[in-house]
């Protein structure tokens, strides 16, 4: 069985990893249905074992403001404990136990701000583990929809695949460009650090960055491009500014470097 749970939202997301807990499952229903069940035509109501610890968890989902929230209580020895307080494009995918493997529910979270604004999306990705939840992806990406040139389809945006093991590289030149693809052509697009280019960030010499993926390019040097995940530390703020803009502990960018001044650590 694959159960899928999605809501599509329009502004700015709040998330809190909480541990808002109460006695009493029936006042927490009780108080969703008196809030929001009468002025949300998108009210609804889950119990699945979200976790697999053998005991039924609570999925909310309701429209609040121009958007949807969705929460996750997990009950924890007769206890429900709230853990996801969600605001964005959720989408939420159960899959049973198969082949001697464990039940699993992801949560992902896909937000944009608003129109005119930033094209950089935050991606997080949650999984729930016996009473507690996982935070698995954490990162900002260049939402492509932006971009429209027409080239666009012959563009390396995203890796095919991911390495089975990512390791990582020290950049070994200042202001080191970061880019949306992986070529070195000139781009009609928005918000980037120069105009006519697909550069998003510039990192720090010395900065450590996560390689996740490579691309062998077709440009003259035929260089290889790696695509990585940075920390907001490596990015050179004041030489351009760091898309990472949301108030997420911890979040990441992911991008296209070349390999052409970078060394494995």
Same mark, same amino acid.
């Given at each position: 069985?694959?159960?899928?749970?999605?809501?599509?939202?329009?502004?700015?997301?709040?998330?809190?990893?909480?541990?808002?807990?109460?006695?009493?499952?029936?006042?927490?229903?009780?108080?969703?249905?008196?809030?929001?069940?009468?002025?949300?035509?998108?009210?609804?109501?889950?119990?699945?074992?979200?976790?697999?610890?053998?005991?039924?968890?609570?999925?909310?989902?309701?429209?609040?403001?121009?958007?949807?929230?969705?929460?996750?209580?997990?009950?924890?020895?007769?206890?429900?404990?709230?853990?996801?307080?969600?605001?964005?494009?959720?989408?939420? /995918?159960?899959?049973?136990?198969?082949?001697? *493997?464990?039940? %699993?529910?992801?949560?992902? +979270? @896909?937000?944009?701000?608003?129109? !005119?604004?930033?094209?950089?999306?935050?991606?997080?990705?949650?999984?729930?583990?016996?009473?507690?939840?996982?935070?698995?992806?954490?990162?900002?990406?260049?939402?492509?929809?932006?971009?429209?040139?027409?080239?666009?389809?012959?563009?390396?945006?995203?890796?095919?695949?991911?390495?089975?093991?990512?390791?990582?590289?020290?950049?070994?030149?200042?202001?080191?460009?970061?880019?949306?693809?992986?070529?070195?052509?000139?781009?009609?697009?928005?918000?980037?650090? /120069?105009?006519?280019?697909?550069?998003?960030? *510039?990192?720090? %010499?010395?900065?450590?960055? +996560? @390689?996740?993926?490579?691309?062998? !390019?077709?440009?003259?040097?035929?260089?290889?491009?790696?695509?990585?995940?940075?920390?907001?530390?490596?990015?050179?703020?004041?030489?351009?500014?760091?898309?990472?803009?949301?108030?997420?502990?911890?979040?990441?960018?992911?991008?296209?470097?070349?390999?052409?001044?970078?060394?494995?650590?």
């Amino acid at each position: 069985m694959k159960f899928k749970l999605v809501g599509i939202f329009f502004m700015i997301p709040l998330l809190i990893v909480a541990q808002n807990e109460s006695d009493s499952i029936d006042a927490v229903i009780k108080d969703y249905k008196e809030n929001y069940a009468n002025t949300s035509e998108d009210f609804s109501i889950k119990l699945i074992d979200v976790d697999n610890d053998h005991d039924l968890d609570y999925i909310f989902s309701f429209g609040c403001g121009e958007g949807n929230c969705l929460r996750v209580h997990l009950n924890t020895k007769g206890t429900y404990k709230k853990v996801i307080d969600e605001f964005g494009v959720v989408s939420v /995918d159960f899959i049973d136990s198969r082949n001697n *493997k464990a039940s %699993k529910l992801t949560l992902n +979270s @896909v937000t944009n701000h608003c129109c !005119g604004e930033s094209p950089f999306g935050s991606h997080r990705d949650f999984s729930f583990v016996a009473d507690e939840v996982v935070l698995e992806n954490n990162y900002v990406s260049y939402n492509h929809e932006y971009y429209n040139d027409e080239d666009n389809y012959r563009l390396v945006l995203l890796p095919g695949h991911a390495l089975e093991e990512a390791y990582d590289v020290r950049i070994t030149t200042d202001n080191y460009n970061v880019r949306f693809s992986a070529d070195l052509n000139s781009h009609n697009a928005s918000f980037t650090c /120069d105009e006519q280019t697909n550069i998003i960030a *510039k990192l720090y %010499k010395g900065a450590v960055v +996560s @390689v996740l993926a490579t691309y062998k !390019g077709n440009d003259h040097e035929e260089r290889t491009w790696l695509y990585v995940e940075i920390s907001n530390e490596a990015i050179n703020d004041d030489v351009c500014s760091s898309p990472i803009s949301y108030d997420f502990e911890q979040q990441k960018l992911r991008g296209w470097i070349s390999n052409k001044y970078v060394e494995k650590k």
